[in-house]
């Protein structure tokens, strides 16, 4: 479970990034990106540039959190996410535990709390959690002791992951201020939709969500949305929504959404809203492709367009263990622990 | 009773029935108003009554509660009797409906015969148990109406659930007529709020949490007011919560069509943004909802369309609601907050004190009718039940889990300030509540 011990030659992060100030973070948590600012979101993303210079090395590994315990514990099940937290924290020389906890264990009362309190007693010092259940992860950070990751709760957010896809096109685009973004699929129950639209309107990104009407919330046109989202367009034609696009991201559908009656059928959704080609053609020349994954083959997007030149979903993974290193690594690293 | 008089003197009275609101004295004797008039002009008694001088404060007729959560038999990790009575005579209540969702449901005379010996054995005021419309609450049978109006119900309800069979509806509607007592309907069309967590809405989408529309009220209010007309059975619509709601019951009045509408303390000040935060405490059904919502309630309890403010006071244990929260019960304590909550509306002068009271007094007894309302509840009439309640309109307090008497310390309140305390409460004619009384 432990790491390996630190290696001679393997600078500090301190050497790699010297002259960065991290005055404007102002988080003990990460729960939602409703409250970043554009600062701190830049400064994530100057911190994931450094990290990723430390991932190019031969030795892939600092000792900024040489110490630190990182506990993850998942409710629901992941691959990426929980392996890329995993590899960001080891990256750090951070101990970590991995805890599995079963869905079928989340039962009312206070099991969840019992949990927390003993990772807490066991002294972990960041906790990574993902929930089915929205807003698990506020329960946590108010009751424990701990900083708190949220690595996905229900249909909230899923910041670790909205800000990789950031990363990822700032890293192609140069910048985000003033880009198209296209988000097509199940609006209404994705966490990184909502983590997505928050922090892209942060950057002065344009965001279009688009889907079927019945996967479209009727409450994110400004007329309906109250002040308690950003401006964002909704349109539920594909066509339309991609015109001129600078990013276009399909989101993975759940294929019981059929069964709810909320699709009449997995082929329909095909075929009005796959990222085809055809469609991609609207978009502007080289624009970019997206999916935060696991993409159902064939669905969300056609094999051509996922496989092809404008698509950068492995990049997208890649990128993901950068930025949680930095996540991690803000959280854990200052002077304030 | 053989209980010493209580002179109550230098508070303003306060009684709708009466249309009084003026400086005045109150007698009680022998568990009745034996006399109310000019201030020091009481009429002398061979005994002589004890006096609670009740100067700059308020005295008005005991509070009728037409919906709450007493949770016994069944749940008395949540509330029982003992202290849910407290906590309504701590909130200035004499009358508590308690609704038929406990284990096992009131849908029998024998629970409804348990629950009123242990209101006689152990609580502290006048319990009116409101029995199943279906047996087991289970939306297929109907209950033995009649049996449980010989037992002492006052109303049915499957209130925590809806009648969603129409036909079912229909018949609870017809039957009851012939006991004239009313039908409480929890409407909710449950294939519109399966899952649901809160109002949906912009803040629903925010928090990523499955939304309950006002129009899963609207809708079955809209049923039950047809089936209603139908049938000219009684029909009570409990917690009403939307600007929809209030419509569809303005236009019933007006037709003529026999319903009555109550809606809670927390619908009128509360709003959705409430749950920000994903505070378990702001979770109840119906959701909490927005401020248009809240601006035709409060139209509504002006023009007389809605009735009765009653709290739905659901308790509920500490381990209900430190969860998830999507596992979090529904459900708010109400019983010690409703006053407090109110008088912010008088204060931000949304109500007159007056049209609350009558809405907590005259209002509900009027909604019973019947037996409730020729023995004299919810006025202080001569000769009427001496319930009493006395109240401090400035007095301030600050709502904390210690303050209440309530098992149940579920309240999106905590740690609010709130103006309107009670100072005491009388039932039958005996002090059942003192400020600062041990």
């Given at each position: 479970?432990?790491?390996?011990?630190?290696?001679?030659?393997?600078?500090?992060?301190?050497?790699?990034?010297?002259?960065?100030?991290?005055?404007?973070?102002?988080?003990?948590?990460?729960?939602?990106?409703?409250?970043?600012?554009?600062?701190?979101?830049?400064?994530?993303?100057?911190?994931?540039?450094?990290?990723?210079?430390?991932?190019?090395?031969?030795?892939?590994?600092?000792?900024?959190?040489?110490?630190?315990?990182?506990?993850?514990?998942?409710?629901?099940?992941?691959?990426?996410?929980?392996?890329?937290?995993?590899?960001?924290?080891?990256?750090?020389?951070?101990?970590?535990?991995?805890?599995?906890?079963?869905?079928?264990?989340?039962?009312?009362?206070?099991?969840?709390?019992?949990?927390?309190?003993?990772?807490?007693?066991?002294?972990?010092?960041?906790?990574?959690?993902?929930?089915?259940?929205?807003?698990?992860?506020?329960?946590?950070?108010r009751q424990v002791n701990m900083s708190v990751v949220n690595a996905g709760d229900g249909a909230h957010a899923h910041p670790s992951q909205a800000l990789?896809?950031?990363?990822?096109?700032?890293?192609?685009?140069?910048?985000?201020?003033?880009?198209?973004?296209?988000?097509?699929?199940?609006?209404?129950?994705?966490?990184?939709?909502?983590?997505?639209?928050?922090?892209?309107?942060?950057?002065?990104?344009?965001?279009?969500?688009?889907?079927?009407?019945?996967?479209?919330?009727?409450?994110?046109?400004?007329?309906?949305?109250?002040?308690?989202?950003?401006?964002?367009?909704?349109?539920?034609?594909a066509d339309k929504a991609v015109e001129g696009a600078d990013v276009v991201m399909a989101l993975r559908l759940q294929l019981e959404r059929q069964e709810?009656?909320?699709?009449?059928?997995?082929?329909?959704?095909?075929?009005?809203?796959?990222?085809?080609?055809?469609?991609?053609?609207?978009?502007?020349?080289?624009?970019?492709?997206?999916?935060?994954?696991?993409?159902?083959?064939?669905?969300?997007?056609?094999?051509?367009?996922?496989?092809?030149?404008?698509?950068?979903?492995?990049?997208?993974?890649?990128?993901?263990?950068?930025?949680?290193?930095?996540?991690?690594?803000?959280?854990?690293?200052?002077?304030?622990? | 009773?053989?209980?010493?008089?209580?002179?109550?003197?230098?508070?303003?009275?306060?009684?709708?029935?009466?249309?009084?609101?003026?400086?005045?004295?109150?007698?009680?004797?022998?568990?009745?108003?034996?006399?109310?008039?000019?201030?020091?002009?009481?009429?002398?008694?061979?005994?002589?009554?004890?006096?609670?001088?009740?100067?700059?404060?308020?005295?008005?007729?005991?509070?009728?509660?037409?919906?709450?959560?007493?949770?016994?038999?069944?749940?008395?990790?949540?509330?029982?009797?003992?202290?849910?009575?407290?906590?309504?005579?701590?909130?200035?209540?004499?009358?508590?409906?308690?609704?038929?969702?406990?284990?096992?449901?009131?849908?029998?005379?024998?629970?409804?015969?348990?629950?009123?010996?242990?209101?006689?054995?152990?609580?502290?005021?006048?319990?009116?148990?409101?029995?199943?419309?279906?047996?087991?609450?289970?939306?297929?049978?109907?209950?033995?109406?009649?049996?449980?109006?010989?037992?002492?119900?006052?109303?049915?309800?499957?209130?925590?659930?809806?009648?969603?069979?129409?036909?079912?509806?229909?018949?609870?509607?017809?039957?009851?007529?012939?006991?004239?007592?009313?039908?409480?309907?929890?409407?909710?069309?449950?294939?519109?709020?399966?899952?649901?967590?809160?109002?949906?809405?912009?803040?629903?989408?925010?928090?990523?949490?499955?939304?309950?529309?006002?129009?899963?009220?609207?809708?079955?209010?809209?049923?039950?007011?047809?089936?209603?007309?139908?049938?000219?059975?009684?029909?009570?619509l409990a917690h009403i919560s939307s600007a929809g709601s209030v419509e569809l019951v303005r236009r019933a009045k007006e037709k003529g069509i026999s319903?009555?509408?109550?809606?809670?303390?927390?619908?009128?000040?509360?709003?959705?943004?409430?749950?920000?935060?994903?505070?378990?405490?702001?979770?109840?059904?119906?959701?909490?909802?927005?401020?248009?919502?809240?601006?035709?309630?409060?139209?509504?309890?002006?023009?007389?369309?809605?009735?009765?403010?009653?709290?739905?006071?659901?308790?509920?244990?500490?381990?209900?609601?430190?969860?998830?929260?999507?596992?979090?019960?529904?459900?708010?304590?109400?019983?010690?907050?409703?006053?407090?909550?109110?008088?912010?509306?008088?204060?931000?002068?949304?109500?007159?004190?007056?049209?609350?009271?009558?809405?907590?007094?005259?209002?509900?007894?009027?909604?019973?009718?019947?037996?409730?309302?020729?023995?004299?509840?919810?006025?202080?009439?001569?000769?009427?039940?001496?319930?009493?309640?006395?109240?401090?309109?400035?007095?301030?307090?600050?709502?904390?889990?210690?303050?209440?008497?309530?098992?149940?310390?579920?309240?999106?309140?905590?740690?609010?300030?709130?103006?309107?305390?009670?100072?005491?409460?009388?039932?039958?004619?005996?002090?059942?509540?003192?400020?600062?009384?041990?």
């Amino acid at each position: 479970m432990r790491p390996m011990v630190q290696r001679e030659g393997a600078p500090p992060l301190s050497e790699t990034i010297p002259e960065i100030s991290t005055s404007v973070w102002k988080h003990n948590h990460i729960l939602d990106l409703d409250d970043f600012t554009r600062e701190e979101i830049e400064l994530i993303f100057v911190i994931t540039d450094g990290m990723k210079e430390i991932l190019s090395r031969e030795i892939k590994r600092a000792p900024t959190l040489r110490g630190k315990t990182v506990v993850t514990i998942f409710f629901e099940p992941s691959t990426r996410t929980r392996a890329s937290f995993e590899l960001a924290a080891r990256a750090l020389t951070a101990d970590v535990l991995n805890i599995t906890a079963s869905t079928s264990s989340i039962v009312k009362g206070e099991s969840l709390l019992d949990t927390l309190r003993t990772i807490q007693a066991l002294g972990a010092d960041v906790l990574v959690m993902r929930h089915s259940q929205s807003g698990a992860p506020y329960l946590a950070a108010r009751q424990v002791n701990m900083s708190v990751v949220n690595a996905g709760d229900g249909a909230h957010a899923h910041p670790s992951q909205a800000l990789l896809d950031m990363y990822t096109m700032r890293s192609r685009l140069g910048h985000l201020e003033g880009r198209k973004v296209v988000i097509i699929g199940d609006i209404l129950h994705s966490r990184v939709a909502r983590s997505n639209i928050w922090g892209l309107s942060t950057m002065g990104a344009e965001v279009v969500v688009c889907g079927p009407p019945t996967l479209l919330p009727l409450y994110m046109n400004e007329d309906r949305a109250g002040g308690q989202l950003p401006r964002v367009t909704v349109e539920s034609n594909a066509d339309k929504a991609v015109e001129g696009a600078d990013v276009v991201m399909a989101l993975r559908l759940q294929l019981e959404r059929q069964e709810k009656g909320l699709l009449p059928a997995v082929r329909e959704y095909v075929r009005y809203y796959q990222i085809t080609q055809e469609r991609l053609a609207r978009a502007k020349p080289g624009a970019l492709v997206m999916h935060p994954g696991p993409v159902n083959e064939g669905i969300e997007v056609s094999p051509e367009v996922s496989h092809g030149a404008n698509s950068v979903i492995e990049e997208q993974v890649t990128n993901g263990v950068a930025v949680r290193m930095a996540l991690l690594y803000l959280l854990a690293g200052g002077k304030k622990h | 009773m053989s209980n010493n008089p209580i002179l109550i003197t230098g508070g303003r009275l306060i009684d709708p029935a009466q249309k009084l609101d003026k400086k005045m004295d109150l007698l009680l004797k022998d568990g009745h108003v034996f006399w109310l008039g000019e201030e020091g002009k009481a009429p002398s008694l061979p005994e002589a009554p004890t006096i609670l001088t009740a100067r700059g404060k308020v005295v008005c007729p005991g509070f009728i509660d037409l919906h709450c959560h007493l949770r016994e038999p069944g749940f008395e990790e949540k509330e029982t009797i003992a202290t849910g009575t407290r906590a309504g005579a701590r909130g200035g209540f004499t009358t508590l409906c308690c609704m038929p969702n406990t284990n096992p449901p009131l849908d029998s005379r024998a629970v409804v015969d348990y629950v009123i010996q242990k209101a006689r054995s152990e609580g502290v005021i006048r319990v009116l148990p409101i029995g199943c419309i279906s047996q087991g609450r289970r939306g297929e049978g109907l209950a033995e109406m009649g049996e449980l109006a010989e037992a002492g119900v006052v109303g049915y309800s499957d209130d925590g659930a809806p009648v969603s069979n129409a036909r079912l509806m229909r018949h609870a509607l017809e039957y009851s007529r012939g006991w004239k007592l009313p039908v409480i309907s929890h409407c909710e069309e449950i294939s519109l709020t399966e899952g649901g967590q809160m109002n949906e809405g912009a803040v629903a989408t925010r928090l990523g949490l499955k939304g309950m529309p006002a129009e899963a009220e609207e809708c079955m209010a809209a049923r039950d007011i047809a089936l209603a007309r139908l049938t000219g059975g009684r029909l009570h619509l409990a917690h009403i919560s939307s600007a929809g709601s209030v419509e569809l019951v303005r236009r019933a009045k007006e037709k003529g069509i026999s319903v009555t509408a109550e809606v809670t303390p927390h619908h009128l000040t509360l709003t959705e943004e409430k749950v920000m935060g994903y505070d378990t405490n702001a979770k109840v059904n119906p959701p909490l909802r927005t401020r248009t919502d809240i601006a035709a309630l409060l139209q509504g309890l002006r023009e007389g369309v809605i009735d009765a403010i009653a709290t739905d006071h659901a308790p509920h244990a500490a381990v209900d609601k430190m969860c998830e929260f999507g596992l979090a019960a529904f459900g708010i304590s109400g019983l010690e907050t409703a006053l407090g909550s109110l008088m912010t509306l008088v204060n931000q002068g949304e109500l007159e004190l007056g049209l609350v009271i009558a809405r907590l007094t005259s209002g509900p007894a009027g909604v019973l009718g019947g037996i409730p309302m020729k023995s004299g509840l919810g006025t202080l009439k001569v000769g009427s039940p001496a319930d009493v309640t006395i109240f401090d309109p400035k007095g301030e307090w600050l709502v904390s889990e210690a303050s209440l008497i309530s098992k149940g310390k579920n309240t999106p309140l905590l740690g609010t300030k709130l103006k309107g305390k009670v100072i005491a409460t009388i039932f039958g004619g005996r002090v059942v509540y003192k400020e600062g009384a041990p």
